[in-house]
C-alpha cells in the first residue's frame, strides 16, 4: 500500500473516531502517503502542521475554493423520483394525509367490526333469551 485516503478527514477531531484516525496516521509505514480531504475544515494548517510533525515531512496543504460538483440539496420519493424542496413538502404533505385518512378508515373499520360482534351477541343472546320465554309458557 502507498497511499491512504481519507475522506472528511476533519474526522480526526471526532469523539469516537478521531483517534483511530490519528493512530493510522501516526503508525502507518514512513513509505505511505496520505492524503486528506473534506470541504470543511476550518484549522487545515493546524492539522497539516501536526501530521507534518509525526510523519516527519512536510504536508502540502491544497485549498479549492471552485466546487467542481454543485452543491444541491434534493429528496428521494419513496418510489425513486427526484425531488426538489417544494416537490417534497408536497410528497411529504401527501403521504401525510393518505396516511392519516388511512388510520382513520382503519379506526372506522375497528369500530364497524366490533359493533357488528357485539350485534351478533346480543342478537344470539336475545334469541335464546326469547326462546326461554316462550318455553315456560
Request: proline share 4%; charged share 35%; net charge negative.
Amino acid at each position: 500500500m502507498a497511499c491512504v485516503v481519507f475522506d472528511e478527514i476533519h474526522y480526526l477531531d471526532d469523539p469516537e473516531r478521531g483517534t483511530a484516525w490519528e493512530e493510522s496516521i501516526i503508525f502507518a509505514p514512513h513509505h505511505v502517503k496520505f492524503l486528506g480531504l473534506s470541504a470543511t475544515v476550518p484549522n487545515i494548517q493546524e492539522i497539516a502542521d501536526w501530521m507534518g510533525e509525526v510523519r516527519g515531512e512536510p504536508v502540502e496543504v491544497v485549498v479549492e475554493t471552485n466546487r467542481a460538483v454543485p452543491l444541491a440539496i434534493n429528496w428521494l420519493s419513496s418510489d425513486g423520483v427526484i425531488l426538489d424542496e417544494e416537490e417534497a413538502r408536497e410528497y411529504i404533505e401527501e403521504a401525510v394525509k393518505k396516511r392519516t385518512e388511512e388510520r382513520r378508515a382503519e379506526r372506522q373499520a375497528a369500530r364497524e367490526e366490533e359493533f357488528e360482534q357485539r350485534s351478533r351477541r346480543w342478537n344470539r343472546r336475545g334469541a335464546r333469551r326469547s326462546r326461554k320465554s316462550l318455553d315456560r309458557h
